[in-house]
Structures are given as structure tokens and as C-alpha cells.
């Protein structure tokens, strides 16, 4: 048990290098990763269901003992980023597939990873764990329905199917996740140490999966899909930032709400992306994946400092 503590402590204290080095894997033996295609949504279910684990029913009341704050949070969440991916993807005339990868990576609810980020930042922690809740719960209606906006004049976009994925994919596992850690506290208090190792490695066999089967894709337009992708998640930092003071919050919750709208759920991006589009249309979210686990680490420091 204590080597698997270990082990995965260090994978939580890598993770940035970890992706990077599982990108470059699968982008030249892809074969190594392409099994784990099909089971992609599991993976993510699973990456979920720890989520749900590290979970109190408490956490919940903290959304509405601070309204004002979570709601201010939300509305940046749901407007900047999918607004922002809509106008990059006409700005850089992307290809249809490739333009509804980014604004479904837009229209996704925060990314796990915000929490850790905002700890580091010294933000708000509570705030940003709440975000992440309430834009994940409200994920099955708002993540679809934006998505059909903006998105259905380049793809097709089934909106009962996508609603039925997120719950089954997000807010089941999740949910399921928070029963066990209610149930079986002691367990789970004994098992939380090494959550990090299971659900880390199901994000770089999904991250692994869907860059092997889009490797020759990916060198034709990566760099032009990179750069959107590092564009989106900037301005939703500096954004986020910017709407959190004309709301007049403090600097702790200001830095919550920075990361949580720049840090986005690309895991759910690429699967829905692979679910319900084309294997192309999970390279923006697979890219974001990538690149915000740096970007927020450079945050973080740089926030940690103010």
C-alpha cells in the first residue's frame, strides 16, 4: 500500500510531464495506444467516479451558502469560453470537425484539475470545488444545448443522445463516487491516497487513445489547432480574471474563478467528441488536455505570488 502512495504521489506531482511524454508516445508507436479507444468513455466514467470519492455531501452546501459567488462563477464559466471558441474557430476558418472540438471543449463544464490549481494559486479552494460541482451538474442540459448553438451549423448535433452521455459518463460516476465515500467513509479515507494514480492513468490512456488514432491528422494541422487551443485557454484566464473583478470579488476568489473558467473538462470534450462526432473532433479537446495542465501549473506559480 505504501509504495502504491508513493507511486502515486509522484504521478500527482508529474502529471504535466507524464501528458506530454504520453502524447509523444502515441503520436509515434500509436499502435501501443489505439486499443484504448473504444473504451474511452469508460475511462472517463472512471476518472469521474474518483471525483465523486474525494466528495462530501457538504461540499455541496458550500454552493448555496455563497449563491452570489458560484452563480457570478457560473454565467463567466458558460459565456466566455464557449464564446471565445466560437469566435477563434471563425477567426482561424477551421475545418468543420476541427471548429466543433473547440466549441465543445468551450461549452464543457471546469476541469478537475482547476481544484488542485487553485489550491497551489492560493485561491479560493471552496469557491472553485463548488464551480467545478455546479457547472458539472448543470453539464447534461447547458454543455448540449450551447453545443447545438454554436456548433450545429458546422456538425450535427444530437441533443437528447449528448444530454443521456453526460449523465451516464459524468454525473452517474460522480454521484455513485459521493454514495461509496457516505457509505464507506473509513475505506475511502484509507483509499483517497491512491485515487490520484487510477484516475491520472485513465486521463493518459484516454489522452493516448484518441492521439493515436488522429497522429496523421494531428501533424497536418497541429500546430494551427494548437494554437487556438493555447489562445482559448488564456483568454479564458485572463477573462475569468477580468470578470471576476468587475463583480468585485477579492483576490482569492478572483483566482478561483481565473483557473476555473480557463481549465476546462477536455476529457468529457473527447469523449462526447468521440461519441458523437469524428475521431477529429477529439483533437482540440485531447490538445487542451495537454496544454492546460501546463498552463495552469505556470498560473498557479504565478498567482501563488500576489
Same mark, same amino acid.
Request: some cysteine.
Given at each position: 500500500?505504501?509504495?502504491?502512495?508513493?507511486?502515486?504521489?509522484?504521478?500527482?506531482?508529474?502529471?504535466?510531464?507524464?501528458?506530454?511524454?504520453?502524447?509523444?508516445?502515441?503520436?509515434?508507436?500509436?499502435?501501443?495506444?489505439?486499443?484504448?479507444?473504444?473504451?474511452?468513455?469508460?475511462?472517463?466514467?472512471?476518472?469521474?467516479?474518483?471525483?465523486?470519492?474525494?466528495?462530501?455531501?457538504?461540499?455541496?452546501?458550500?454552493?448555496?451558502?455563497?449563491?452570489?459567488?458560484?452563480?457570478?462563477?457560473?454565467?463567466?464559466?458558460?459565456?466566455?469560453? !464557449? #464564446?471565445?471558441? /466560437? $469566435? &477563434?474557430?471563425? %477567426?482561424?476558418?477551421?475545418?468543420?470537425?476541427?471548429?466543433?472540438? +473547440?466549441?465543445? @471543449?468551450?461549452?464543457?463544464?471546469?476541469?478537475?484539475?482547476?481544484?488542485?490549481?487553485?489550491?497551489?494559486?492560493?485561491?479560493?479552494?471552496?469557491?472553485?470545488?463548488?464551480?467545478?460541482?455546479?457547472?458539472?451538474?448543470?453539464?447534461?442540459?447547458?454543455? !448540449? #444545448?450551447?453545443? /447545438? $448553438? &454554436?456548433?450545429? %451549423?458546422?456538425?450535427?448535433?444530437?441533443?437528447?443522445?449528448?444530454? +443521456?452521455?453526460? @449523465?451516464?459518463?459524468?454525473?452517474?460516476?460522480?454521484?455513485?463516487?459521493?454514495?461509496?465515500?457516505?457509505?464507506?467513509?473509513?475505506?475511502?479515507?484509507?483509499?483517497?491516497?491512491?485515487?490520484?494514480?487510477?484516475?491520472?492513468?485513465?486521463?493518459?490512456?484516454? #489522452?493516448?487513445?484518441?492521439?493515436?488514432?488522429? %497522429?496523421?491528422?494531428?501533424?497536418?494541422?497541429?500546430?494551427?489547432?494548437?494554437?487556438? @487551443?493555447?489562445?482559448?485557454?488564456?483568454?479564458?484566464?485572463?477573462?475569468?480574471?477580468?470578470?471576476?473583478?468587475?463583480?468585485?470579488?477579492?483576490?482569492?476568489?478572483?483566482?478561483?474563478?481565473?483557473?476555473?473558467?480557463?481549465?476546462?473538462?477536455?476529457?468529457?470534450?473527447?469523449?462526447?467528441?468521440?461519441?458523437?462526432?469524428?475521431?477529429?473532433?477529439?483533437?482540440?479537446?485531447?490538445?487542451?488536455?495537454?496544454?492546460?495542465?501546463?498552463?495552469?501549473?505556470?498560473?498557479?506559480?504565478?498567482?501563488?505570488?500576489?
Amino acid at each position: 500500500m505504501k509504495t502504491l502512495e508513493r507511486l502515486s504521489d509522484f504521478v500527482s506531482r508529474n502529471m504535466t510531464w507524464l501528458v506530454i511524454i504520453c502524447a509523444a508516445l502515441a503520436m509515434t508507436l500509436p499502435a501501443a495506444f489505439e486499443w484504448t479507444v473504444p473504451h474511452v468513455t469508460k475511462l472517463l466514467g472512471v476518472v469521474m467516479f474518483g471525483m465523486g470519492m474525494t466528495l462530501k455531501v457538504e461540499d455541496f452546501r458550500e454552493i448555496f451558502r455563497r449563491p452570489r459567488d458560484v452563480l457570478i462563477g457560473l454565467l463567466a464559466q458558460f459565456t466566455i469560453m !464557449p #464564446l471565445t471558441a /466560437l $469566435a &477563434l474557430t471563425k %477567426a482561424f476558418d477551421l475545418p468543420a470537425e476541427l471548429a466543433a472540438g +473547440v466549441i465543445l @471543449v468551450g461549452t464543457c463544464p471546469g476541469g478537475t484539475a482547476s481544484n488542485v490549481m487553485t489550491f497551489l494559486a492560493k485561491g479560493d479552494l471552496a469557491l472553485s470545488v463548488s464551480m467545478s460541482m455546479a457547472s458539472t451538474l448543470l453539464a447534461p442540459i447547458v454543455t !448540449p #444545448l450551447l453545443t /447545438l $448553438a &454554436l456548433a450545429g %451549423a458546422w456538425i450535427e448535433v444530437s441533443l437528447v443522445n449528448m444530454m +443521456v452521455s453526460i @449523465v451516464q459518463v459524468v454525473v452517474a460516476p460522480i454521484l455513485l463516487g459521493l454514495a461509496v465515500n457516505h457509505l464507506f467513509a473509513d475505506f475511502v479515507r484509507r483509499a483517497v491516497k491512491i485515487l490520484p494514480l487510477v484516475s491520472i492513468g485513465a486521463i493518459l490512456l484516454i #489522452l493516448g487513445g484518441v492521439v493515436s488514432v488522429n %497522429a496523421e491528422k494531428i501533424l497536418q494541422t497541429g500546430v494551427l489547432v494548437m494554437m487556438v @487551443v493555447v489562445l482559448h485557454n488564456l483568454f479564458g484566464y485572463g477573462l475569468g480574471f477580468v470578470a471576476a473583478k468587475v463583480f468585485g470579488m477579492n483576490l482569492p476568489k478572483t483566482k478561483a474563478v481565473a483557473i476555473e473558467v480557463g481549465m476546462q473538462n477536455s476529457g468529457l470534450a473527447v469523449s462526447l467528441a468521440m461519441a458523437h462526432f469524428t475521431p477529429a473532433a477529439a483533437i482540440p479537446g485531447a490538445l487542451f488536455s495537454v496544454w492546460h495542465n501546463i498552463s495552469g501549473s505556470i498560473m498557479a506559480n504565478v498567482l501563488s505570488r500576489r
